[in-house]
């Protein structure tokens, strides 16, 4: 599940596998100030929500791939998600 916040509210992105194979990608989104909506940060949310898709995508088939060696996190795409995990677990460690 990724959070995407912005001035006019929040972008929820669940991504939920199907199978080995198979990865389904949900887009919620949720407006609290639409005066904001489709301008600044966030603006072309569309094309922010195929992009992680795509992100998603290679991912998967990066870690299908028999050259990936590296665990759970993809060394070149989830740093990001990698440190958030490392801050959650100090905090609950």
Known sequence: ????????????????PLSLTKTKVSFLT???DKTKFN????SGLDTVEMEDEAVVQAVQKGIRS??????RYSVTREQGTHHFHQIIAELIG
């Open 1 to 16: 599940m990724m959070f995407n916040f912005y001035p006019w509210g929040l972008s929820v992105n669940i991504v939920r």
């Open 30 to 32: 949720y407006i609290c």
């Open 39 to 42: 301008t600044g940060a966030g």
């Open 66 to 71: 028999r050259f990936y060696s590296h665990g």
